[in-house]
């Protein structure tokens, strides 16, 4: 039976660190960090993700500030108001919640954040540094994974990482941070996609196995090799007729029968995601400090 890592558990402690340093540079004088969340249209799920970011502003005693769009806004008007919250100091970090409608250029959008308040870690200046190991902000998602590993004292120098899902916001930087001297890094990373052939050939290898695809259950127990850590990204919904909702979550490892195998978990949900909400306040917080300026 594997160990559970519990993003949950360790992000409540981070958080209360947090607000402890957030006490303190109140009680200094300093300004509260404020982070401000833009929201175009009315995905429901994009709603609730950007809840849960503000709802943990308010737990660390951050201001939080929401500004939302209907869908049919232009790319120019959004801008605009990017460019606004660009200058405005009192505004520390923001972030553009994706997916963004057909008629917005995403990455025209992401390169007019002012790297500094790029919060989420998209900026291509961010990934450009990233990838030179220079200080950024860094994205939010492998940021929270390299900080479960940090916790939980997972040793990843030398190890065999296999990363499965290529994207920009996850796999691709998840595998760079890895492979280069960060700390936790220095592991050699296969990074696989959809057109991997023989999936399974490379997943077996792995000691660390990192997955981010939105393929439900997509990882089975005999893709793994016994004694892997398993980190599970994918957020699932799938139909499930004995819940009140109609619906559970999960992620894209068949949890059940993997934890059979692995040493070390992580839950869908309660594990990456609430990583990730927090890594995006270690990055405001950042922000707030001009630690990266
Ligand atoms: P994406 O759609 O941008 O990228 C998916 C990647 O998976 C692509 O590289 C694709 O080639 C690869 N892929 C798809 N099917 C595959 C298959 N059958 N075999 C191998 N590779 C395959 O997705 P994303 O934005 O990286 O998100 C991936 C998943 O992670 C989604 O479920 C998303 O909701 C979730 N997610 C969770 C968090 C979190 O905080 N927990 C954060 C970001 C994304």
Redesign the pocket.
């Known amino acids: 039976m594997a160990t559970l890592l519990d993003g949950k558990g360790v992000s409540d402690q981070i958080k209360a660190e947090i607000k402890e340093e957030v006490a303190a540079m109140v009680a200094r004088g300093e300004k509260r960090p404020n982070l401000a969340t833009i929201l175009v249209g009315e995905n429901p799920a994009s709603h609730t993700y950007v809840n849960h970011k503000i709802k943990a502003c308010k737990e660390v005693g951050f201001i939080s500030t929401h500004l939302q769009f209907s869908e049919d806004i232009s790319e120019e008007y959004l801008l605009k108001k990017m460019d606004a919250l660009n200058e405005d100091e009192e505004i520390d970090g923001y972030i553009v919640q994706l997916p963004l409608p057909d008629h917005i250029h995403k990455e025209k959008i992401i390169d007019r954040i002012k790297p500094m308040k790029d919060v989420d870690g998209f900026h291509h200046l961010n990934f450009g540094r990233m990838s030179s190991n220079l200080p950024c902000h860094l994205p939010?998602?492998p940021n929270?994974i390299l900080e479960l590993f940090r916790r939980y004292k997972i040793e990843t120098k030398g190890k065999h990482v296999v990363m499965?899902?290529?994207?920009?916001?996850?796999?691709l930087p998840m595998s760079i941070l890895l492979a280069k001297g960060h700390n936790p890094g220095d592991a050699t990373v296969t990074l696989?996609?959809?057109?991997?052939v023989d999936?399974a050939s490379h997943t077996r290898q792995a000691d660390i196995l990192i997955v981010?695809?939105?393929?439900a259950g997509?990882i089975k127990a005999d893709m793994v090799k016994e004694g892997v850590i398993v980190v599970d990204?994918?957020?699932?919904k799938v139909e499930d007729p004995t819940r009140k909702s109609g619906f559970r979550i999960v992620g894209?490892v068949e949890f059940e029968e993997v934890e059979k195998k692995a040493s070390y978990i992580t839950p869908?949900p309660k594990?990456?995601?609430p990583?990730?909400?927090v890594s995006l306040l270690m990055n405001t917080l950042d922000a707030a400090k001009k630690t990266y300026s």
């Open positions: 939010a998602t929270g499965v899902g290529a994207s920009n916001i996850v796999g696989t996609h959809i057109h991997t999936l981010a695809t939105g393929v997509l990204v994918g957020i699932n894209d869908v594990g990456v995601g990583m990730t909400i």
